[in-house]
């Protein structure tokens, strides 16, 4: 039974769900190129590779989708937020054609983040209007508390995206980053 819209989905078995490998390589001879195997990490003590995959299941179709990376899940006040679920309400405003978000650290080595939005607005014209503080309204209207938008909201003329159309999250976390350290020596 799912008590939410996003569900953290731990597979127990490969009988759970098709999502589950059941190779039998040794773990030790698995690793992601240009990083060291980590089996401690990669897999269960029954030998289940973990996906780190975010994946829910719609109550109307029955079916299984994956809609995110573990890691990319933004840790706010104890609260794991998923990017997607506050980036398609940022995508139902009328004035957004898209929008990506990702968590910002609230302090240097804290583990605490802030959701950030990166924003592209409709025509010029017609979203003159459109600032920071009318996203922050709309989602805030939509979300729960902890899901608002307190890392503030950046309007960006294109959201970076490889050649599949997958946001490039780590771009935006670096020009964030570059944006804080700019921030820190005005101080």
Avoid at 36 to 57: A, H, L, M, Q, R
Avoid at 139 to 157: H, I, N, Q, S
Wanted: net charge positive; charged share 30%.
């Amino acid at each position: 039974m799912f008590r939410s819209a996003y569900t953290q989905l731990e597979i127990e078995s490969s009988t759970t769900t098709a999502m589950t490998s059941q190779t039998t390589t040794s773990a030790a001879n698995f690793a992601y190129e240009g990083q060291p195997s980590s089996p401690d990490t990669s897999f269960d003590s029954d030998g289940f590779f973990k996906t780190g995959d975010i994946v829910y299941c719609s109550r109307a179709s029955k079916k299984w989708y994956i809609i995110d990376r573990k890691k990319e899940l933004i840790k706010v006040r104890g609260f794991q937020v998923a990017p997607p679920e506050i980036e398609s309400v940022l995508l139902s405003h009328p004035l957004i054609v898209d929008a990506a978000v990702i968590g910002i650290r609230t302090t240097a080595g804290g583990d605490g983040e802030l959701p950030r939005a990166y924003v592209v607005k409709r025509g010029v014209e017609e979203s003159k209007a459109l600032g920071e503080k009318e996203v922050k309204e709309w989602c805030a209207e939509r979300l729960a508390r902890y899901k608002e938008l307190t890392g503030g909201v950046r309007f960006v003329e294109a959201i970076p995206k490889n050649a599949s159309g997958k946001i490039l999250k780590r771009q935006l976390r670096e020009e964030a980053e570059k944006e804080m350290e700019g921030v820190k020596a005005r101080l």
